[in-house]
């Protein structure tokens, strides 16, 4: 069957098609993105204010005809943190569910993590052991843990790209002191959380999802998109500690003309390197490889595990 996911992030809305059935990989069909930008929608009382619901609206119908084109049988509509946190989330999905009649389920952060963690369970299969996953959104920064497909510890932190960038980065390029004062925040919030899996010891595989992660292994040398999804392609923290301060020192227009990076996430990127930096520092982490897939895939795979056990 053809199944849709319409993801509605702080970045992008983004509906991904997908031929799938109980027991199959899911084969990607059709990408339709919109670069909506809702994390920086959002007024000063954190709301989501007249415009940026009339465009989520207008994004919403146009990936619903997008769907309807491509024959999809079920979309599956999700929204994350940008929604989540924002103070009339429940305004926004009413005025959404009444005027496109979709109606989108808010994940939590932890259920973010998890579903991104089956994602990455069933990609790289049980021979990979223990693994450990980061994942870096525009709004939060999602880790899991475990050896099975549910991990034993998941946890969602306020640090993504695009979050930190509109709350610490205001300069172009940056002032070196907000550089500083967002990596010692960066690396405070995540040490929080390191105790919670470091009791379950070291993982024997670690694993990393998001445009962020693949950009940033991208500069610093890995395969491109195109050579396929089945090259690996790793991104060692000593590659990543030597492009901080390079990024740090660029333009969000000089990012944009490194390799793999789009311009509408060049102004982010830094926050996130920041991020990923941090995170495979304070876990000991010496290489991350890159996942394909992630949370998309994992509604998805959720989805056909329910269909399958009917």
Known sequence: MRLGVLDVG???VHLLVVDAHPGARPLPAHSHKADLRLAQLLD???AVGPDGV????AVVHEALQAAEDKGVV???????SAVREASNADEVLARVQDETGVELQVLAGEEEARLTFLAARRWFGWSAGKL??????GGSLEIAYGIDEEPDAAVSLPLGAGRLTAAWLPGDPPDPDDVRALRRHVRAEIARTVGEFSRFGAPDHVVATSKTF????RIAGAARSAEGLYVQRELKRESLEGWVPRLAGMTAAERAELPGVSEGRAGQ???GALVAEGAMDLFGVETVEICPWALREGVILRRLDHMGSV
Request: glycine share 6%; hydrophobic share 55%.
């Open 10 to 12: 702080s970045n992008t």
């Open 44 to 46: 000063e009382s954190g």
């Open 54 to 57: 009339a465009k989520l609206i």
């Open 74 to 80: 079920d979309v599956l509509p999700f929204a994350t």
């Open 132 to 137: 450990l996953v980061l994942d870096i959104g």
């Open 214 to 217: 693949k950009q940033l292994a």
């Open 269 to 271: 990127l830094l926050a």
